[in-house]
């Protein structure tokens, strides 16, 4: 059984960093693409960063150049760096895995249950 765990969440002030991870049990495909979203209250879900077993990165426009996405340990740590964090970054942060490329932030089969990260000005 596939399972998703994350971790780091929390408050910072504007212009603040935090670092998410998210560790995955229960995994062991080569060819696999992590991910993670956010879902900012009264909004709608969004896909921020995603990277795949060849190490293929893509990040939304929104977080390009502010936070990093990384993984560990096969592929069984993944990381999220948010730098220079702003009030609209202010979400419930998920983790999402599944055994494939990464397909512009598509169907993601395994899920974590989030992370809240609030930003204050």
């Known amino acids: 059984q596939v399972q998703l765990m994350e971790s780091g969440g929390g408050s910072v002030q504007t212009g603040g960093s935090l670092r998410l991870s998210c560790v995955v049990s229960?995994?062991?495909?080569?060819?696999?693409?992590m991910a993670w979203f956010r879902h900012p209250a009264g909004k709608e879900r969004e896909g921020i960063a995603e990277i795949d077993s060849d190490g293929a990165i893509n990040y939304a426009d929104s977080v390009k150049g502010r936070f990093t996405i990384s993984k560990a340990n096969g592929g069984n740590t993944l990381y999220l760096q948010m730098n220079n964090l702003k009030p609209e970054d202010t979400a419930m942060y998920y983790c999402?895995?599944?055994?494939?490329?990464?397909?512009?932030?598509?169907?993601?089969?395994?899920w974590g249950q989030g992370t809240q990260v609030t930003v204050s000005s």
């Open positions: 229960g995994y062991t495909y080569a060819k696999h693409c």
């Open positions: 999402a895995s599944d055994h494939k490329y990464c397909e512009g932030f598509a169907d993601f089969r395994y």
